[in-house]
T-cell receptor, first 112, second 110 residues
Framework: GENVEQHPSTLSVQEGDSAVIKCTYSDSASNYFPWYKQELGKGPQLIIDIRSNVGEKKDQRIAVTLNKTAKHFSLHITETQPEDSAVYFCAASKGGNEKLTFGTGTRLTIIP | NAGVTQTPKFRVLKTGQSMTLLCAQDMNHEYMYWYRQDPGMGLRLIHYSVGEGTTAKGEVPDGYNVSRLKKQNFLLGLESAAPSQTSVYFC?????????FGPGTRLTVL
C-alpha cells in the first residue's frame, strides 16, 4: 500500500519568514495530494490540494509543488503569521473513492 | 450547512464498557471515514464507507464496528472498550475531492 513520509516533524519560523514542509510517497499511481491544517482542539481542515497533472498550485500565501518523477510534494507558506501556527498534514491517494494515506504531521510554530 | 458533526465531544469509559460515536454530514457526500489520532502517529483509518449500506476495513479496524444505514450518518461502535482505544476520533466525509473533518471526540478508557 501507499506510504507517506513527512518532514520535519517540528518547525519554528520567525514571523514574516517562509516555511517549507516536505512529503514523499511510495505509490506511483497516487495522483491526488491534499494538505490539511489542524489547529489545537479542532479537526483537520483542507487548505490546498494538487493533482498529478499540475506541477504547482498557489493560493495567496500558500503554495504546493509536486515532483512526480521523484515522488515528492511540498507545502510552502510565505510571509508567515502567528495564525499559521498549527499542525500540518500531507496526504496522498489515487483519487475518486480511494482512501487517503496521511503523513505523520509537522508542528509549525511562528515566533513573533 | 453544519458540515460534519460528531457526538459526543468527550467521553470517559471503563474497560469493558461499550459505546457508539455518531457522525453526521449534511453535504450529501457518498464517502465517510472514521480515523483515530494518537500523539506522533498522525491519522489512522479505522473503517470507511463508499456509500449507504456499505462499510470496509481500514488500517486499524480491530475492536471497532461501523454501520452506514443512512447516507448522512456513519456510526462507530466499541463493543468492549480497552485502554488502548484511548484516543481522539475524527469522522470525515468526501465527494472524492478531498475530505472534510468533524471536530473530533476525545475518548478516555480507564
Amino acid at each position: 500500500g501507499e506510504n507517506v513520509e513527512q518532514h520535519p516533524s517540528t518547525l519554528s519560523v520567525q514571523e514574516g519568514d517562509s516555511a517549507v514542509i516536505k512529503c514523499t510517497y511510495s505509490d506511483s499511481a497516487s495522483n491526488y495530494f491534499p494538505w490539511y491544517k489542524q489547529e489545537l482542539g479542532k479537526g483537520p481542515q483542507l487548505i490546498i490540494d494538487i493533482r498529478s497533472n499540475v506541477g504547482e498550485k498557489k493560493d495567496q500565501r500558500i503554495a504546493v509543488t509536486l515532483n512526480k518523477t521523484a515522488k515528492h510534494f511540498s507545502l510552502h507558506i510565505t510571509e508567515t503569521q502567528p495564525e499559521d501556527s498549527a499542525v500540518y498534514f500531507c496526504a496522498a491517494s489515487k483519487g475518486g473513492n480511494e482512501k487517503l494515506t496521511f503523513g505523520t504531521g509537522t508542528r509549525l510554530t511562528i515566533i513573533p | 450547512n453544519a458540515g460534519v458533526t460528531q457526538t459526543p465531544k468527550f467521553r470517559v469509559l471503563k474497560t469493558g464498557q461499550s459505546m457508539t460515536l455518531l457522525c453526521a454530514q449534511d453535504m450529501n457526500h457518498e464517502y465517510m471515514y472514521w480515523y483515530r489520532q494518537d500523539p506522533g502517529m498522525g491519522l489512522r483509518l479505522i473503517h470507511y464507507s463508499v456509500g449507504e449500506g456499505t462499510t470496509a476495513k481500514g488500517e486499524v479496524p480491530d475492536g471497532y464496528n461501523v454501520s452506514r444505514l443512512k447516507k448522512q450518518n456513519f456510526l462507530l461502535g466499541l463493543e468492549s472498550a480497552a485502554p488502548s482505544q484511548t484516543s481522539v476520533y475524527f469522522c470525515a466525509s468526501s465527494d472524492g475531492q478531498g475530505e472534510f473533518f468533524g471536530p473530533g471526540t476525545r475518548l478516555t478508557v480507564l
